[in-house]
């Protein structure tokens, strides 16, 4: 099978910000609606929504929809794909 850099970047820029750190450690505790991360973090929504594109982009992170807001959580497969390709480079 041949590797998907493209794809596999996408995954590695998601941790490669400081603000997306943050969210992902606010979703460690469960499914957080975007107006929730928003009083968190302290950032406009169009930074928040720039972030969170970069997540759900990368698989890290899951979105829901509900109305007019989106809903938040970590994705088991996402975030095990990237440990795996880390343990792949032992």
């Not at 850099?5 to 609606?33: M, Q, T």
């Not at 929504?49 to 899951?62: A, E, G, P, Q």
């Amino acid at each position: 099978m041949e590797k998907d850099y493209e794809r596999d970047s996408k995954i590695f820029k998601a941790f490669c910000d400081p603000n997306r750190l943050k969210i992902l450690d606010i979703l460690k505790s469960g499914e957080h609606c975007a107006c929730k991360l928003l009083e968190i973090l302290d950032v406009s929504q169009s930074t928040l929504s720039h972030h969170m594109k970069i997540l759900t982009d990368s698989k890290i992170v899951n979105v829901r929809k509900d109305g007019k807001w989106s809903h938040y959580s970590l994705s088991r497969e996402g975030i095990q794909f990237a440990i795996d390709y880390l343990d792949q480079m032992k």
